[in-house]
């Protein structure tokens, strides 16, 4: 598998990112060593966490997911095999984003400690924090960088303006910059990332590894009503899009699969990863089959006019410049 530069950054990645919100959720222990280990015998090492990962989930607190990162790369022995990204910035269940200088000192010991690792490859800024002056968040990250627990960092769900604000500091004041952006991006969420900001991200060779590419579970077919969904752990996520672009984009998914005799997951997966911009979308599973939709992404390879029936029947009706 071909690896890419992703950005700027120090880091060489795979197409495909693995979302370990899964890890401590929806997957056990058990089965989240499994897909660990099945994602890196394909050479998918690149995975996602963060420290909120998963406090919604009844009974958790949060730091789930890189706990159970930290016990399988333990046990395996393979922390140099494995690209980690995770987050800081998002409340731990309650109260509002947090950037300080204090907040991130406490989070990334922490989240070390649950990861047991002494480094960071690739960390984010969870969510903007407007009551934190950019300027001090950055210079905390320099020193994380500089004692060695972070390599590169990276934004979440930033405004385009705070982003180029940010960017304008770190060149200003000599600091690191972020050199990845995650965005929520998939058939039926374009508007978050397209136009002005995906423009911002080429021009300035931005890494981007888009979140939700299955629009959590909903592009995979599997849930064809609200009924389908009612009582479900992504139910909260999916019941905005049982309408009819939803259904119109379905269909067209499930054209397309059939044409290339191939998962809908996998249809939707290749069509973000082939889309200007993106470095490597993440995606989640919670079954090794569910992996098989990664294998038929990495293989798929539209024509022109298979990515225009897509691209039409997802476009935004009214769509608004970042």
Known sequence: MELKHLGNS??????????????????DKKTSFYLLDALLERG??????????????????????????????????????????????????????????????????????????DYIDLYFSHKYDDSTPQLETLKTYNSLINSGKVRELGASNFPLAI???????????????????????????????????????????????SYFTLASGFLTGKYTDVADASGKERERFIKKYFNDKGTAVLKALKTLSDKYKCSQAGVSIAW?????????????????????????????????????????VSREKNTVEN
């Open 10 to 27: 120090s880091l060489h990645v795979p197409p495909l990112v693995f979302g370990g919100n899964v890890f401590g959720w929806t997957a």
């Open 44 to 117: 998918l090492n690149f995975i996602d966490s963060a420290n909120v990962y998963s406090y919604w989930a009844e009974g958790n607190e949060g730091g789930e997911s890189e706990a159970l990162l930290g016990e399988w790369m333990k046990e395996r022995k393979n922390r140099d095999k494995v690209i980690i990204a995770t987050k800081v910035g998002s409340p731990m269940g309650k109260g509002s984003p947090d950037l300080s200088n204090a907040y991130i000192n406490e989070q990334i010991d922490l989240s070390l400690k649950r990861l047991q690792t």
């Open 163 to 209: 982003l180029r604000e940010a960017l304008q500091i770190s060149k200003d004041e000599n600091l690191p910059r972020y050199e990845v952006i995650q965005p929520e991006y998939n058939l039926l969420e374009r508007s978050h990332f397209e136009g002005e900001y995906q423009r911002f991200c080429i021009e300035n060779n931005l890494g981007v590894i």
């Open 272 to 312: 973000t990863m082939a889309q200007p911009g993106i470095s490597a979308p993440i995606v989640s599973a919670t079954k090794e089959s569910h992996l098989k939709a990664f294998d038929e992404a990495l293989k798929l390879s539209f024509d022109a006019e298979d990515l225009q029936i897509l691209d039409e």
